[in-house]
């Protein structure tokens, strides 16, 4: 028996991985926003990182691009509504001043 994979099944089995990878991307990418307000409903300070889950799979770029959109652009609309404070400075975010206002409608149901 030949245990040699062919170059077309390596390059299905590389696309399949591109494809999950991209799925979980678009997924954390969506949920940000709910994922910081959600951490911050148990803790006092978090860092200003991607939240993540264990079986979410992404790439350097992938990776890249979610830190960037976090510090550019989900961070900064929730602290513009007064639900997250950034310190950019530090890297961390705490609660806002109407923190407790928005949590109801930010919540979907994906908690962890």
């Given at each position: 028996m030949d245990a040699r994979i062919s170059r077309s099944e390596v390059r299905l089995e590389m696309s399949k991985q591109a494809d999950s990878?991209?799925?979980?991307?678009?997924?954390?990418?969506?949920?940000?926003q709910q994922r910081v307000v959600t951490a911050l409903e148990t803790e006092e300070k978090i860092d200003a990182t991607p939240i993540i889950w264990d079986e979410e799979v992404l790439s350097c770029e992938e990776y890249v691009t979610l830190v960037y959109?976090?510090?550019?652009?989900?961070?900064?609309?929730?602290?513009?509504?007064?639900?997250?404070?950034?310190?950019?400075?530090?890297?961390?975010?705490?609660?806002?001043?109407?923190?407790?206002?928005?949590?109801?409608?930010?919540?979907?149901?994906?908690?962890?």
């Amino acid at each position: 028996m030949d245990a040699r994979i062919s170059r077309s099944e390596v390059r299905l089995e590389m696309s399949k991985q591109a494809d999950s990878s991209r799925g979980d991307f678009l997924t954390v990418l969506r949920e940000q926003q709910q994922r910081v307000v959600t951490a911050l409903e148990t803790e006092e300070k978090i860092d200003a990182t991607p939240i993540i889950w264990d079986e979410e799979v992404l790439s350097c770029e992938e990776y890249v691009t979610l830190v960037y959109e976090l510090h550019h652009v989900h961070l900064l609309e929730l602290q513009t509504t007064g639900v997250i404070e950034f310190n950019r400075h530090e890297e961390t975010v705490i609660r806002g001043l109407r923190f407790h206002e928005a949590r109801p409608l930010l919540k979907r149901g994906d908690d962890r």
